[in-house]
């Protein structure tokens, strides 16, 4: 369940965008939304393309310029040293080939995920020693390698730190130079840059006063491009300017290893946008790195020899097939095991662990069970008595916060609000289960699972022109989301299954038009509505080619019966999970999923009506019924059927079924477990 939240829109100023700068209604409606409204913000939104600010603004910038000048001139080994995920790699990409041309000694060097796990460890400093290196620049990590750069220092080698992740409680790394737009004493205006984005703007202090910028962008923004959407930081200011030169870059494919990347992730002859670096590029340069080296990813954005990149992208895109076919186990173990066991994700922070699962793919996995749930998730890999885990949160909980709280048990943590990485002894995981949960149960309210939607768009508008004006607004992501339109009132007329029932077109009828749209993932065994439902579409717009025509494309992110208030469901099925948790609950809430003798009829009946069903969808079921009975109640309700054995109800991550089962004795409903326990608690308040 999502609560949608649409967005204010002020008319009058949205009018006035569009009459002084000449923009569509659509356009100027989504910059007042989106609170670009100033000439200057309007002008540097949609127009500027260059625009860096000066990178001695960074502390520190001065110092790592002349340290690795002084290296270069000198003729010592460099080392870059960086991550491996795709801020680290495109970061590393793009250091080393620059160092390259000013005729450095350099070499690069990308921990193992599975072996080292992230950030500068002592027994690399010992290979990079024996190496004979004598200054290593770090990129997107270092910031917290305290004692580990006292390590290098003592073996003879120097260290520059170029890093943009938030600094924990511990002081900053004695180096020589330590660059990080969150330092507490740097006076940069931005600061939302990725790990390649301070890369770049390194490059450009080493070039100096008349640093061409322009000519800069166009040799490495389609790096920083990659690398500032993988790391999902804000696409506005100067992470904008990466991106929108980036991509032209990129539709120019001039890099051999992009070129070849793009050609075996199937968008040749497309137009790569954002997206498509997101949900394609990104993925395959992660992938090696969540299942071996990430070396090979760094190869490929390095080498000019194109069939040499051509077989690097097919290993890449060959591994993000694996990493995808992992993902799909650790996602069949969770289901099962939640099919077992419930409770697990009736909790307000899901905690879910198991054995032997890749440490590298768990937060993709954390990612997909807090969409299911519209809960924060953390997935724990056990390997032996070591663990592992990879969280998500909702907007509005802090989940760095929360795994902070329970420091105490964890062998090491990081992150930020909306993600962690964990580790933590396999003795402790029911403990840290427990208290992570305590910590969210003294917050005020958890927040809802809200999904955001920029304004209501009148069915009648809706067509290609709408569309073709919001690239205008593009490149979408992180802080600059694709626009989210809420639909109306529109009836389902048609649905029918797609690339082996993978997918679903679905048509809806309102006012004399129709509107064909795409609901990706869904099978129809899986989609709980009917032909006839009048439904509220929660979709974005965009345009597809086919046949050297455009056209239109509809994609459908949520959909909900229009009469239906989801806040209401959401807050009842809060009231029964929190006394399936034993936790206290009012007098007045307690009433509300307590059900009566006509309460249990109407549900009985209503699922006589439905037979036997595989896959039933609680919220659907529960509207159909037409405001007689409350979601708490329902789910009351089914677990007291399945108590007394007159129905047999399972749910698991993936579908709700149940089967009404041959009763020929009479039942007493006040004997089910949960019947007794409410009034027993009712009673006692």
Not at 240 to 249: E, H, P, Q, Y
Not at 397 to 407: K, T
Request: aromatic letters at 8%; charged letters at 25%.
């Amino acid at each position: 369940m999502k609560q949608w939240s649409v967005e204010k829109l002020n008319k009058d100023n949205a009018k006035y965008l569009g009459e002084q700068y000449g923009l569509s209604p659509i356009v100027s409606a989504l910059l007042d939304i989106r609170g670009i409204t100033s000439e200057h913000d309007v002008q540097n939104f949609l127009y500027e393309n260059s625009s860096i600010d000066n990178p001695f603004e960074l502390k520190d910038m001065d110092r790592a310029v002349e340290r690795i000048l002084t290296a270069v001139e000198n003729g010592e080994k460099i080392c870059v040293y960086g991550d491996f995920d795709a801020d680290g790699v495109t970061a590393t990409a793009l250091l080393y080939s620059y160092l390259e041309t000013l005729g450095s000694n350099v070499m690069y060097y990308i921990p193992d995920r599975e072996s080292e796990g992230y950030g500068i460890h002592k027994s690399a400093i010992d290979v990079l020693n024996s190496e004979e290196v004598e200054l290593i620049i770090s990129v997107d990590t270092g910031i917290s390698a305290v004692e580990e750069i006292e390590y290098a220092q003592k073996l003879g080698i120097d260290t520059v730190v170029t890093d943009h992740h938030v600094l924990g409680d511990s002081s900053l790394p004695d180096a020589c130079a330590v660059v990080n737009p969150h330092r507490a004493d740097c006076g940069s205006r931005f600061k939302q840059i990725s790990g390649v984005g301070v890369a770049f703007k390194l490059v450009c202090a080493i070039e100096g006063e008349y640093a061409d910028i322009d000519m800069l962008l166009d040799n490495y923004s389609d790096l920083v491009c990659i690398g500032t959407i993988g790391d999902i930081v804000p696409l506005v200011d100067e992470n904008r300017v990466f991106v929108k030169r980036g991509l032209d870059i990129i539709n120019n494919a001039d890099r051999p290893g992009i070129r070849a990347l793009i050609e075996v992730s199937g968008l040749k002859d497309k137009e790569v946008t954002s997206g498509s670096v997101s949900f394609t590029l990104v993925p395959r340069i992660n992938a090696v790195g969540r299942l071996g080296l990430s070396k090979d990813s760094v190869a490929l954005l390095l080498t000019e020899d194109y069939e040499e990149a051509l077989e690097i992208a097919q290993k890449l895109s060959d591994d993000n097939s694996q990493r995808q076919k992992i993902e799909k186990d650790i996602l069949y173990q969770i289901n099962k095991t939640v099919g077992k066991n419930p409770s697990l994700v009736q909790d307000r922070v899901i905690v879910i662990d198991g054995e032997g699962w890749k440490k590298g793919v768990v937060g993709i996995v954390s990612s997909r069970i807090k969409e299911i749930y519209g809960k924060p998730c953390i997935i724990i890999s056990r390997d032996g008595n070591e663990a592992n885990g990879s969280g998500r949160s909702v907007e509005g909980f802090d989940l760095w916060s929360a795994v902070n709280s329970c420091s105490d048990i964890l062998t090491h943590f990081g992150g930020h609000t909306m993600a962690c990485g964990l580790g933590l002894e396999s003795e402790n995981i029911d403990v840290f289960r427990r208290r992570v949960n305590e910590y969210a149960a003294n917050l005020d309210s958890m927040p809802y699972n809200k999904l955001k939607i920029d304004c209501k768009l009148n069915p009648q508008y809706v067509d290609l022109d709408v569309a073709r004006d919001l690239s205008a607004l593009a490149p979408f992501g992180a802080g600059n989301q694709t626009p989210v339109f809420q639909l109306s009132n529109l009836s389902i007329s048609s649905i029918t299954p797609i690339k082996n029932d993978s997918h679903l077109r679905i048509s809806f009828f309102v006012k004399g038009k129709y509107i064909n749209a795409i609901k990706f993932k869904c099978s129809s065994g899986e989609f709980p509505y009917k032909i006839g439902d009048v439904v509220d579409v929660a979709v974005t717009l965009d345009t597809n080619e086919y046949n050297g025509s455009q056209n239109l494309s509809i994609i459908i992110k949520d959909i909900k019966f229009s009469d239906l208030d989801y806040t209401e469901y959401i807050n009842s099925n809060r009231i029964f999970e929190s006394f399936c948790r034993g936790e206290f609950v009012s007098d007045n809430d307690l009433n509300t999923i307590i059900p009566n003798r006509g309460d249990f009829a109407i549900v009985y009946r209503a699922l006589k009506s439905l037979a036997n069903s595989d896959n039933i969808s609680l919220d659907v079921f529960t509207h159909n019924l037409k405001g007689n009975v409350t979601y708490g109640k329902v789910r009351v309700i089914l677990e007291a059927m399945n108590d007394l054995g007159l129905i047999a109800f399972y749910e698991d991550t993936k579908k709700c079924s149940l089967k009404l089962l041959n009763v020929n004795t009479k039942v007493n409903l006040d004997d089910a477990e949960i019947i007794k326990s409410l009034k027993e608690v009712y009673r006692n308040e």
